[in-house]
């Protein structure tokens, strides 16, 4: 729909143009400078993210068990599997996904000095590949593990990605598509290339190698996301993968923002911002087989998930 602004634009650009021409070309670039810049933050034609209504009351709002007060990551298994975990202990909980109930828990562990144990760390997401598991810390380590049974210990391969060195990682999540694991930053440093410290970048760790790649997988302009919806700042703290667009959604706890993302060019398709009546520091996010949309938050007194149905349009 914008090509009758492009053709245009360039043609008059090269003719000589009297008072009237200049006026119809100052016309011209204002008209498409708006589109522009609506295409940009709200691209209601391209993505999914437009058909949760976040404006609206969540369909349902769950209420978790005080053991995830500060509920950190959400991850979805093959078989529709709701997975969640707090932010220091290497414990994973399967959850129903309507009422809440914790259905079971395992303990992820590695081998130390003193023996074997829980691991205490900084852990900011989850995510499921087939049948491997996958814990992140906010310096970029990796816990691979297998799923457990009720308070079953199982054994975390690690791996290191290096990413702490320069970067905050908060988010994770799996695309089939690269069979990659995709891990988000929050924050950037400007000595790494990074010039703007406004640069979220995403970064791959395919799983046939088990090696980040150098290279981000696309870069995020927190500038340009806050902008879109009259906010200050952009930091995510959780990357999900939408089955049916294959975009990729960012969720920003700081800002109360969710964004969507396309796969291929990493451009911004359409931006949001989320009530804080329901998302008062939300901090993971799922997209379930029927397409719900899943959204952790922590709270003073419990952790919450509240639930949005991908509308028709």
Request: hydrophobic share 40%; proline share 5%.
């Amino acid at each position: 729909m914008f090509s009758p602004v492009f053709v245009c634009l360039p043609e008059m650009a090269v003719r000589p143009m009297n008072k009237n021409g200049f006026r119809i070309f100052a016309l011209c670039a204002l008209v498409a400078a708006m589109i522009l810049s609506h295409s940009v933050a709200f691209s209601a034609d391209r993505g999914l993210l437009y058909r949760y209504h976040f404006a609206d009351t969540p369909e349902y709002r769950i209420k978790l068990p005080s053991s995830l007060r500060e509920i950190s990551g959400l991850a979805v298994s093959e078989a529709g599997k709701l997975f969640a975990h707090d932010d220091e202990l290497s414990t994973v909980f399967q959850l129903d996904p309507r009422s809440g109930k914790v259905l079971k828990k395992f303990h992820v562990i590695t081998a130390r000095w003193y023996g074997k144990g829980r691991i205490e760390d900084d852990f900011e997401d989850i995510a499921v590949a087939g049948n491997r598991f996958f814990l992140v810390t906010s310096s970029g380590t990796l816990y691979e593990f297998r799923e457990g049974k009720n308070e079953e210990k199982v054994q975390a391969v690690v791996y290191k990605t290096g990413l702490g060195k320069s970067y905050e990682v908060e988010g994770l999540c799996y695309d089939p598509v690269s069979d990659a694991l995709l891990l988000s930053c929050k924050k950037s440093a400007e000595k790494k290339g990074f010039r703007k410290t406004d640069e979220r970048p995403v970064f791959s760790f395919p799983l046939a190698s088990m090696t980040l790649r150098k290279s981000p997988r696309f870069i995020v302009d927190a500038r340009t996301v806050a902008a879109s919806a009259g906010k200050k700042g952009f930091k995510p703290s959780a990357i999900s993968r939408h089955p049916v667009s294959g975009t990729f959604f960012l969720l920003s706890a700081e800002s109360r923002l969710i964004a969507e993302i396309d796969a291929g060019t990493g451009s911004l398709l359409n931006v949001f911002a989320l009530p804080a009546v329901y998302h008062p520091q939300p901090e993971g996010m799922v997209v379930m087989p029927d397409n719900t949309l899943l959204i952790s938050s922590e709270d003073i007194l419990q952790g919450t998930v509240s639930a949005y149905s991908m509308r028709s349009k």
